[in-house]
């Protein structure tokens, strides 16, 4: 199975031509799993997978945008309340090992002063990570024995590299992982590893350890074309695990 995320920065439905360059390399990663964040109903994976996104939201208000959004290959048997609907989307994949609950979301900026406008930089960041964990959590004491999935947009890089977040941000989501038995699998540095040019990813995938040691690959791939046109500002990843259902992946 493959699962993959990526920010594709607020497709603007008229950009037809960028649209279709964003669409094609979705095709080409062929995700089983995907978690799509920064999105719009234009990037729309109907004929191959079953769809779910978060509700309207102040921060992304242009019609028919989404802060997140998971396509599965499998049918959604259940939506799944959040803590904030248009920041973060759940849902049960009726995935024929077992169900699975896949949370997708975006953990805030820096900058994002909060739905009052004064919160100083990074207090939303904070915050988020907060009801992020009580909600991962809170899954697991109502779905005991399903397997869970989170990611999307964390805006923190974790590996390593002096990029984007603060060392606070970092242990707090460390803590609230731990908490909800999750790990993160994206803490590779991509550049280092020569898999990115130069942008260390702050987009994540995170699982129980039983889907954890699964995982054969991790790669990602760039914002841009071979020819340069910019797809987004942040390049994608995905992860392959082998001994659970989807198309069979060559390392």
Known sequence: MRIATWN?????????????????????????????TETHEVIDLSGTHHGASTTPSHRKP??????AAIWGRWPISQHIPT???????????????GPLIVYGSIIAYANYKGPDG????????????????????????????????????????RDGARWY??????????????????????????VKS???????????LCMDEALATKVIEVNAWEGQTPNGM??????????????IGGPSRRV
Request: aromatic content about 8%.
């Open 8 to 36: 594709l920065e607020r497709p603007d439905p008229a950009d037809t031509v960028r649209n279709q360059a964003r669409l094609e390399k979705i095709r080409e990663i062929d995700a089983d799993l995907w978690i799509l």
């Open 62 to 67: 242009r019609p028919g945008e989404a802060c």
């Open 83 to 97: 803590s904030d609907p248009s920041e973060a989307v759940c849902v049960v994949i009726a995935h024929p090992e």
């Open 118 to 157: 004064d919160s100083p930089m990074w207090e939303e960041h904070y915050r988020f990570i907060g009801w992020h964990g009580s909600d991962w959590k809170r899954l697991r004491t109502e779905f005991p024995g399903h397997l869970l999935i989170t990611g999307g947009d964390y805006n923190q890089n």
């Open 165 to 190: 977040g603060t060392t606070k941000g970092r242990e707090l989501l460390s803590a609230v992982l731990l908490e909800a038995d999750l790990r993160c699998v994206t803490e590779e540095d991509f």
């Open 194 to 204: 020569g898999k990115l040019q130069k942008r260390h990813t702050v987009d994540h």
């Open 230 to 243: 910019r797809l987004s500002d942040h390049s994608g990843i995905f992860v392959n695990l082998v001994g």
